[in-house]
């Protein structure tokens, strides 16, 4: 090989890691706990609660030790956000302790999650209200809006968010454990890049919900770990993913528009 070869051969790869680096990635941390990774900055929704249930697959420790020791990809978290207060989503040691190691993270999330949250982070929680809209720096903005829960019999009193990441031109959003209802995607623009639904959203009233909102990629969560892998139903048109096991993780390519 001449240097010039060799030099253009050089460019090249260093062309490619700068392509690879602007891809957004989506890591299954547990339950409904996703850490949405683009460059060396992560976001995590819900991915910070401790064991609860057998029905529920609590953080994976290989995960947050990561986080904890700020390794790649975890480097450098911005935001903690938390749909609500239930333990399959939140605990309030682990938020507290990831939330002192990543010092200029900010927590975002309603009332009731803050108020279980230690004196030392509080201060730095913000509450939404029914609705808020928080940018987290000039690249990113977050959307907050209170949903209702599933089961209202039970549980009309827990406040859950639904959480919209706009991250440049990128979009996702999370719906937390939100009962099956046109309030769930009112107020959303069509076709975000990933939707995060709990299992209960493959049902044929909340498809229809889907197939409107029209996202490029679902993935389904919440899911019990000794299930097995769910076959897409055929009136389903957007692309299904399931999060399921440690490990599991999707990327996109970054070919979106900044159109936000
Ligand atoms: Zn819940």
């Known amino acids: 090989m001449t240097i010039k070869k060799i030099i253009i051969f050089i460019l090249l790869l260093i062309g ?39 029905y529920y697959l609590p953080t ?19 935001a903690i956000v938390i749909t609500h207060k239930h333990s399959d989503h939140f605990d309030s040691l682990l938020v507290t302790n990831v939330a002192n190691t990543h010092a200029s993270a900010i927590l975002l999330g309603g009332n009731q999650t803050k108020s279980l949250l230690g004196i030392n982070v509080k201060g730095r929680f913000i509450a939404a209200t029914d609705s808020l809209l928080h940018m987290i720096n000039p690249n990113i903005r977050m959307t907050l809006k209170k949903i209702p829960h599933i089961n209202p019999a039970r549980h009309a009193a827990i406040e859950n968010y639904r959480i919209e990441v706009v991250w440049n031109g990128f979009r996702l959003i999370h719906f937390g454990d ?46 019990d770990p000794a299930a097995k892998k769910i076959s897409k139903p055929e009136k389903l048109k957007p692309e299904l993913y399931q999060f399921l096991v440690y490990g599991d993780k999707i990327k996109i390519k970054n070919d979106l528009k900044r159109n936000d």
Do not use: C
């Open 16 to 54: 490619n890691e700068t392509n690879a680096q602007s891809d957004y990635e989506i890591r299954y941390l547990g339950n409904m706990g996703i850490a949405i990774i683009h460059n060396d900055s992560a976001i995590i929704i819900d991915g910070l609660h401790d064991y609860y249930d057998k």
């Open 60 to 78: 994976d420790t290989t995960a947050l030790q990561a986080i904890l020791q700020k390794k790649m990809p975890y480097k450098n978290i911005v």
């Open 178 to 223: 939100a009962e099956i209802l046109p309030v769930t995607i009112q107020g959303l623009k069509q076709a975000p890049n990933v939707l995060v639904v709990p299992d209960w959203y493959l049902e044929n009233k909340a498809i229809l919900y889907l197939n409107q909102l029209n996202p490029k990629k679902i993935i389904l969560s919440h899911i």
